[in-house]
């Protein structure tokens, strides 16, 4: 198994939060957001701040493990 790389510190999250201003799909200010990784885990993202962006409960379940790019295109 790869080991996973997990360096998002919490200031960096709350900078990316306030970067997007709630969640990076709907816009949803949260709270409860949530760390999303552009590249999913299972594809071998991993969480720093490069590919985590905040997600609220709706969009995660919704979107589960497809990956951005063809979440976005449905
Ligand atoms: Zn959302």
Known sequence: ?????????????????????????????????QKDCMLAISRGGRYTIDNVVPCCRSCNSSKCNTELTTWMRR
Not at 9 to 30: E, F, K, N, V
């Open 1 to 33: 198994m790869a080991q996973q790389v997990h360096d998002l510190t919490d200031t960096q999250w709350a900078a990316l939060i306030d970067q997007w201003g709630g969640c990076a799909y709907c816009g949803a200010p949260g709270p409860g957001l």
